[in-house]
């Protein structure tokens, strides 16, 4: 007999992640917290000084451990432009594990895989 699934079970099944670039993660309020050598990393790869760097991109976490990305006003991380991730190619582990390693409460109704892979669930049905 075949297993059966409900659409929401199998989103949380991530076999196959693609990121389509979406950008609709970036735009999420909260931390993008950074790893011990990631601000050296991103400010290298920005060709900025690393003090000038935390100063003007980061913010300290309210826990005091750590860094985290800086926000627009809008909540929107500060490094996604109209052309996606500024810094992409250098991006913290935070943003690559998403949503696989990790994952935001219904993070299936923001990310463009998951609702595109939802509605292929429905139409099966
Ligand atoms: S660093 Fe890049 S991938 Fe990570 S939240 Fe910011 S814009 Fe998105
Ligand atoms: S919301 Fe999903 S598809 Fe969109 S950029 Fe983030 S991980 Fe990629």
């Not at 929107?76 to 996606?84: K, M, P, R, V, Y």
Request: charged share 35%; glycine share 4%.
């Amino acid at each position: 007999m075949k297993p059966v699934f409900k659409p929401k079970d199998m989103i949380q099944n991530l076999t196959g992640f693609t990121c389509l670039k979406c950008g609709a993660c970036c735009r999420q309020e909260g931390y993008v917290r950074l790893e011990k050598n990631e601000p050296d990393i991103i400010a290298a790869f920005l060709s900025m000084d690393v003090r000038h760097f935390i100063e003007t991109c980061t913010i300290l976490t309210r826990d005091r451990i750590g860094l985290s990305l800086k926000e627009k006003e809008n909540g929107e991380c500060i490094f996604l432009t109209d052309d996606g991730c500024r810094i992409n190619a250098f991006k913290p582990k935070q943003c690559l594990e998403f949503p696989v390693k990790w994952k935001f409460k219904d993070f299936e109704h923001i990310c463009a895989w998951a609702i595109q892979r939802s509605k292929k669930i429905k139409d099966r049905e």
